[in-house]
């Protein structure tokens, strides 16, 4: 049976629930080798609420993946078995209701790559990522209308932590972002830690999260998370466009997405106690406003 670091036992996402789960996650994890045939082959790896646990069958190394049953396993797995390995891990089989995927096995994640490199190829992969989306995906369109009739009341509610003038440019902007009709599939939670080195394509996304609407969603999530890396607002800017010429982008609208979610996600933080990644998003914003 797996031993389960104490680093993954520490993690905040156990806090308050998940003791019953985790307590049991061993013997989860061997009865998910015999139901599939697996034999586990090295070390695993965690991140906040999941384990993967390099495993080999018929002479093929993947990766079992285990995390607790819900919504969001379901969510998933339907976003996988949409992009079926188009810039995407490969599912190769799934229990939701043990919380249980068998993936392709891949190797080091983007952010081990220099950041320009790392946006030029997250920006390819935002287009490759770009197929028709379902019908009934949660769209880009809802994310702004919604979000955007609650930003002023939060930034009030949080004291007006900023300057007015950022919730301003974001609701300047939301209108047209709540009225796309686009219908590309879009992940929603794109960076470079999820991105990893591949064999059948040279990286591959991981963990998605499927939207339908505006690829342009997660580019702010792109530069934030890299931009202690980028020297001042011209490397930030020019970071930008390599994203929008590899994914080949309208620059006007682009900025107008990366000013949103960025007020969004700077609310956000702020609201559950993050202290660095609202001095980002400040960097990001004055970076396109200033």
């Keep these: 049976m797996i031993v389960l670091p104490q680093t993954f036992l520490d993690m905040p996402r156990w806090w308050a629930d998940g003791k019953a789960w985790l307590e049991g996650l061993p013997a989860a994890v061997q009865a998910q080798c015999e139901a599939w045939n697996l034999r586990v082959d090295g070390e695993l790896a965690h991140g906040s609420n999941a384990i993967a646990v390099p495993v080999e069958r018929d002479g093929e190394s993947l990766i079992l ?11 998933q797995v339907r976003a996988l078995r949409w992009w079926d390995g188009r810039a995407m891990v490969r599912l190769y ?33 935002m287009r490759r990522l770009a197929v028709p989306a379902p019908a009934d ?5 809802e994310i702004a209308a919604n979000r955007s009739a609650q930003l002023e ?8 932590p900023f300057d007015r003038r950022f919730p301003a440019a974001a609701l300047e902007v939301a209108p047209a972002l709540a009225r796309s009709t686009a219908e590309s599939a879009v992940n929603g939670d794109l960076h470079a830690d999820q991105v990893l080195r591949g064999t059948r ?3 591959l996304a991981v963990d998605p999260v499927l939207y339908r609407g505006d690829i342009e969603l ?13 020297a001042d607002a011209a490397e930030i800017v020019g970071h930008f466009d390599t994203v929008l010429t590899e994914a080949v982008l309208d620059p006007e609208y682009a900025r107008d997405w990366v000013v949103f979610r960025t ?11 993050l202290t660095e990644d609202p001095v980002r998003c400040h960097r990001v914003l004055t970076a396109f406003l200033d």
């Excluded at 043990?98 to 490199?117: D, H, K, Y």
């Excluded at 009341?153 to 007006?160: S, T």
């Excluded at 007020?263 to 106690?273: A, C, E, P, R």
């Design 201 to 203: 394509e040279a990286w």
């Design 263 to 273: 007020v969004d996600y700077w609310l956000w933080g702020l609201n559950v106690g």
């Design 218 to 230: 997660d580019l702010a999530r792109i530069l934030w998370t890299r931009v202690d890396e980028m």
């Design 153 to 160: 009341d939060q930034w009030n509610a949080l004291g007006r």
């Design 93 to 125: 089989d799934a229990d939701a209701g043990r919380g249980a995927m068998l993936l392709e096995r891949l190797g080091e994640p983007l952010s081990t790559r220099p950041v320009g490199e790392a946006v030029a190829v997250m920006g390819r992969l």
């Design 65 to 75: 993946r285990m995390s607790p049953p819900g919504a969001e396993v379901v969510d």
């Design 137 to 141: 995906a949660h769209s880009t369109a």
